[in-house]
């Protein structure tokens, strides 16, 4: 088979963007689910502009991103052409995991952006700040590589799309059951240290250097799932 580099790789995912995504049926949810996005700043009015709620939206880039990848290794054909071709792993298993973050943080942005142009046009007097959006923007990219490279590694150690994704949103809603539940647990102090993170004016930092954090993660797990595949292909070859 002809090399395959991290820029084909990643070429050749997008141009199973359709599959990936579901099919027709995917692609409808989206404008479905950004025109119900527009339904938060409405109702919530002003309160939307509490950087928690731009926080929340994360969430749509680690489901979508992590559910591509997940079909990018798991299936039958994709584990097929990973085992059998002649090539390094690094750069096809790049290449997927990077279509996997960017159609991740586009359809986050998509729906994102539906919420931010419904603030615009609810009268002009809300306003979020620059650096609030370049932040969500930030952690919905480190959001959707993390969870690209944890559904990559899911879907190479079940060897199945379905139980890969299945795993991915039990993980996803256990952490954020988590966040939730275990900050309530601290003293009243403490709880309000925590929530100043996410004040009008640190809520931009906050989510940049989560979003940092977040890819140095991705990064750990692109590695894990790097290395099983290697096994894989050299447990094969052996008995073979």
Not at 36 to 62: C, E, K, M, N, Q
Not at 138 to 159: D, F, K
Not at 180 to 205: C, E, K, Y
Request: a positive charge; glycine letters at 12%.
């Amino acid at each position: 088979m002809a090399a395959v580099t991290t820029t084909t790789a990643f070429q050749d995912e997008l141009r199973r963007a359709l599959p990936r995504a579901g099919g027709a049926r995917g692609l409808l949810l989206l404008p479905a689910l950004a025109l119900l996005g527009t339904l938060i700043p409405a109702r919530l009015g002003t309160a939307f502009l509490d950087p928690i709620y731009h926080v929340f939206y994360t969430a749509l880039a680690v489901l979508f991103g992590g559910s591509f990848a997940a079909q990018g290794f798991g299936g039958e054909r994709e584990r097929q052409f990973l085992i059998n071709w002649t090539g390094g792993d690094a750069p096809v298993v790049l290449g997927k995991l990077l279509a996997a973050t960017l159609w991740g943080w586009l359809c986050w942005l998509l729906i994102y952006g539906a919420s931010l142009a419904r603030i615009d046009t609810a009268g002009g007097a809300m306003t979020l700040p620059v650096f609030t959006v370049f932040g969500a923007g930030v952690l919905a990219a480190g959001a959707a590589w993390l969870s690209a490279a944890a559904g990559a590694l899911l879907a190479l150690s079940t060897q199945s799309v379905v139980t890969a994704r299945q795993l991915l949103r039990l993980g996803f809603f256990f952490i954020l059951l988590l966040v939730v539940i275990v900050p309530r647990l601290f003293p009243a102090d403490v709880q309000a240290s925590l929530r100043a993170l996410l004040s009008w004016n640190s809520a931009g930092h906050t989510m940049t250097i989560a979003g940092a954090g977040a890819a140095l993660l991705g990064l750990h797990l692109y590695r894990r799932a790097l290395r099983l595949l290697t096994e894989q292909r050299t447990g094969l070859s052996i008995t073979s």
